[in-house]
């Protein structure tokens, strides 16, 4: 079945340092979504792309969609320590009777040294 | 707007014993999902209800797992007999649309069940 694969699993960073994590998938992808977890908690949907080449920016936060619509990078400038926590992007992919359902990357996880 | 709403949060059994969640989604929301998230992992789709049907429980171990969409707004997910492997923190989320393929999901808290 359709996966999505993301890299790096963990990354360590020093307060005001950049962070990227990154998405890929050996299929086109019609949309990517972007979902951050802080420890101890839920899931929280932060972005979706939709277009080839797309780029959206949430304060410190950019995200960007591929050309091929097969993968995605979330980068997060001048790391702060709110931004612990794990990063996950899912892709939807065809379930039973021609549903959708999202398929989550493994997430990468964030840590940032104060 | 009143989130996805879970319980119990915490849950400890012994092998081969039963368990039962309860998760109440965003009112208005028509597709339910659960999944099961091991530590370390994204989370997996164990079932979807869009309104009280089932539309994938592909990933859904049948044999112990069992789950239903009552009215199509309350869901449970029962374990029958627990194993080890299903220690895990189990999410509830909805979504307004019935897609699928755009739909915005909202998480519960999650119930973080360890079978001993």
């Known amino acids: 079945g359709q996966q999505v694969m993301q890299i790096p699993q963990y990354q360590h960073v020093q307060e005001g340092e950049d962070f990227t994590t990154y998405c890929n998938s050996s299929t086109t992808l019609s949309n990517i979504q972007w979902y951050k977890q802080r420890p101890g908690g839920h899931p929280v949907f932060l972005i979706q792309?939709?277009?080839?080449?797309e780029v959206k920016k949430q304060k410190r936060l950019t995200f960007q969609f591929g050309e091929a619509k097969k993968n995605s990078s979330l980068h997060i400038t001048a790391t702060q320590t709110t931004d612990v926590g794990t990063y996950f992007c899912?892709?939807?992919?065809?379930?039973?009777?021609?549903?959708?359902?999202?398929?989550f990357g493994s997430g990468t996880r964030l840590l940032v040294r104060p | 707007e009143a989130g996805v709403a879970q319980s119990p949060r915490y849950k400890i059994i012994e092998k081969r014993q039963s368990v039962a969640f309860w998760c109440n989604p965003i009112?208005?929301?028509?597709?339910l999902y659960w999944y099961q998230q091991i530590l370390g992992q994204g989370p997996k789709l164990l079932i979807q209800?869009?309104?009280?049907?089932?539309?994938?429980d592909s990933q859904l171990p049948k044999d112990r797992f069992s789950a239903e969409r009552l009215k199509g707004v309350d869901s449970t997910l029962k374990i029958q007999p627990a194993k080890l492997e299903d220690s895990a923190v189990y999410l509830c989320a909805s979504s307004l649309e019935t897609s699928g393929l755009t739909d915005t999901q909202y998480f519960g808290p999650g119930t973080r069940l360890t079978v001993l």
């Open positions: 792309l939709v277009k080839s080449g």
């Open positions: 009112s208005g929301h028509a597709t």
């Open positions: 899912a892709a939807p992919a065809r379930g039973m009777d021609s549903s959708y359902k999202l398929i």
């Open positions: 209800f869009q309104n009280n049907g089932v539309v994938d």
